[in-house]
């Protein structure tokens, strides 16, 4: 039984990648610190080459540690593993395979113990949660890409992992469907209370879906900037959103910090 606190259940500690080059290596990150609460839904928002999704690969187990540490629930990870879901901005969905056998794939693997009624009921359940409940036996080239992300959607939450990790999801698609697949997210978290870290460009997303915002200075040596504590009550709605009185000031904050990092970066190049 791991003796982790709730306030603890993500911990980054000096956080570190570094990559052999030609010219020496390459420190993308550097002593990057966050320490995520049980259930919080934190985004991660910075200039492209900052390390957001870098940082993302290292806690999904997906790339190697060069200093400091991941821990989840206590326990000091050392690759991949079903208490992470893990959604791309591609699903990279097998294309032999229908939405609903896409699903199945992964559920056989995390509870091969289960009956198949079990486990099918698993996928059907979540296939119909993200709105594909028609859609069952459909391949991947008769789905619009939306739809696929869906299914990609669908997959990582079908694992029941501990915890969600979100790289930019929603990044391909256009701005109806990026919406709708925003309210699913939102959705999925009030029901389930996963722990959540998404990486995203997006000011208005981070503002939505995030319990805080990190943002992150520009890459190489990249860590934390500012935190955004977003106290904007849940459940939320786009149109009263827009009139709770924090509102524009925490987007002028998040686009102030982008904007001085943008100088920052143009002042170096110089």
């Known amino acids: 039984m791991s003796n982790y606190v709730k306030e603890h259940y993500l911990d980054l500690v000096n956080l570190s990648k570094v990559y052999p080059t030609k010219k020496g290596p390459f420190v993308v990150?550097?002593?990057?610190?966050?320490?995520?609460?049980?259930?919080?839904f934190v985004c991660l928002i910075g200039h492209s080459g900052c390390?957001?999704?870098?940082?993302?690969?290292?806690?999904?187990?997906?790339?190697?540690?060069?200093?400091?540490?991941?821990?989840?629930?206590?326990?000091?990870?050392?690759?991949?593993g079903p208490d992470r879901g893990v959604v791309f901005q591609s699903p990279s969905l097998l294309p032999w395979l229908s939405a609903y056998d896409n699903v199945m794939l992964g559920v056989s693997k995390v509870y091969p113990h289960a009956s198949k009624k079990e486990r099918e009921d698993i996928v059907k359940h979540y296939l119909n949660a993200v709105g594909l409940g028609?859609?069952?036996?459909?391949?991947?080239?008769?789905?619009?890409?939306?739809?696929?992300?869906?299914?990609?959607?669908?997959?990582?939450?079908?694992?029941?992992?501990?915890?969600?990790?979100?790289?930019?999801?929603?990044?391909?698609?256009?701005?109806?469907?990026?919406?709708?697949l925003q309210d699913l997210i939102a959705k999925l978290h009030a029901e389930h209370k996963l722990t959540t870290l998404m990486v995203t460009h997006?000011?208005?997303?981070?503002?939505?879906?995030?319990?805080?915002?990190?943002?992150m200075t520009?890459?190489?040596?990249?860590?934390?900037?500012?935190?955004?504590?977003?106290?904007?009550p849940r459940p939320r709605e786009r149109v009263s959103l827009l009139e709770y009185p924090n509102y524009y000031k925490y987007r002028e904050q998040l686009i102030t910090f982008l904007e001085e990092q943008e100088l920052k970066k143009k002042h170096t190049a110089a």
């Open 51 to 80: 390390g957001k999704s870098t940082i993302l690969t290292m806690v999904a187990g997906l790339n190697s540690i060069s200093n400091g540490s991941v821990s989840v629930a206590g326990h000091e990870i050392d690759g991949p």
């Open 134 to 180: 028609g859609a069952f036996h459909k391949m991947p080239k008769e789905l619009s890409q939306g739809m696929r992300q869906r299914v990609g959607i669908a997959r990582a939450f079908a694992l029941k992992p501990k915890m969600m990790l979100l790289d930019e999801p929603l990044g391909m698609l256009d701005a109806l469907t990026k919406h709708e």
């Open 202 to 215: 997006d000011v208005d997303e981070a503002l939505y879906l995030s319990d805080r915002v990190v943002m």
């Open 218 to 232: 520009n890459g190489p040596k990249a860590k934390v900037g500012q935190i955004l504590l977003n106290d904007m």
């Open 29 to 40: 990150l550097e002593n990057f610190n966050l320490t995520v609460p049980e259930g919080e």
